[in-house]
């Protein structure tokens, strides 16, 4: 089974400043889906950023940048010039593109994002 | 567009109970997943639903099932309440069940005492 590490329960950020969020992942599949979401007191989750694992090129969402390692198995999430809105629990997770666990997404433990004024 | 919306926002439930979470789905959307987020956790699947039909499970009990409905819209139901059930269960919508983003609710908070 996929599974998704994220080793830093917390972090925290000046604000304006660039923090990097880490991810590990296992999976004996060439191909899949690699995610971050945010989600913040509201509870609701929100997708923050996608990586195809087919792409070498990183994603990149405004301020929001990733670090795909494939050979590594690494997948880190780089926010620039941080804001208080970005504070809220960011979650890694990993998508398979075809077999019977196709649908579902295995999540990290998450890393809880304090950002100061 | 609507999003993705669930019912009620919290619940209290004892031990034995039984209990039922609904969601609806992002308007276009007809599948939906179900994820269980235990305190500290990231979500865990629990499934999916297709057109009205089961369409992957994870590793949960027969006590958790579903139902979709023709509008998709869907149910959540736990029988014999467990307090490790209490968790805020979420659920997603997408547009088919390959590669396509799953919207997600802002979850049921589910209290067994």
């Known amino acids: 089974a996929q599974t998704v590490t994220q080793s830093q329960p917390e972090m925290s950020v000046q604000e304006a400043e660039t923090v990097t969020l880490s991810c590990t992942y296992d999976?004996?599949?060439?191909?899949?889906?690699l995610f971050w979401y945010k989600q913040p007191p509201s509870r609701q989750m929100i997708l923050v950023i996608r990586?195809?694992?087919?792409?070498?090129q990183n994603a990149t969402e405004n301020r929001f940048s990733v670090n795909f390692q494939k050979a590594a198995k690494s997948f880190s999430l780089k926010i620039s010039d941080s804001q208080l809105g970005d504070a809220a629990m960011y979650f890694c997770?990993?998508?398979?593109?075809?077999?019977?666990?196709?649908?579902?997404?295995?999540f990290g433990r998450g890393t809880q994002l304090t950002v100061w004024p | 567009e609507t999003g993705v919306t669930q019912s009620p926002t919290h619940l209290i439930k004892t031990r034995g109970q039984q209990v039922t979470l609904r969601c609806s789905s992002q308007?276009?959307?007809?599948?939906v997943s179900w994820y269980q987020q235990a305190l500290g956790q990231g979500p865990q699947f629990i499934f999916q639903?297709?057109?009205?039909?089961?369409?992957g499970r994870g590793n949960f009990p027969p006590r958790f099932s579903g139902l979709q409905f023709p509008n998709y819209s869907s149910e959540l139901n736990v029988n014999a309440l467990e307090l490790d059930d209490s968790a805020l269960y979420l659920c997603?919508?997408?547009?088919?069940?390959?590669?396509?983003?799953?919207?997600f609710g802002p979850g049921t908070r589910l209290t067994v005492l």
């Open positions: 997770a990993y998508r398979n593109v075809r077999g019977s666990t196709l649908g579902r997404l295995y």
């Open positions: 639903y297709y057109r009205e039909e089961e369409n």
């Open positions: 997603a919508s997408s547009l088919g069940t390959n590669n396509n983003e799953q919207f």
């Open positions: 990586q195809e694992a087919y792409k070498q």
């Open positions: 999976t004996s599949e060439s191909d899949y889906y």
């Open positions: 308007s276009g959307h007809n599948t």
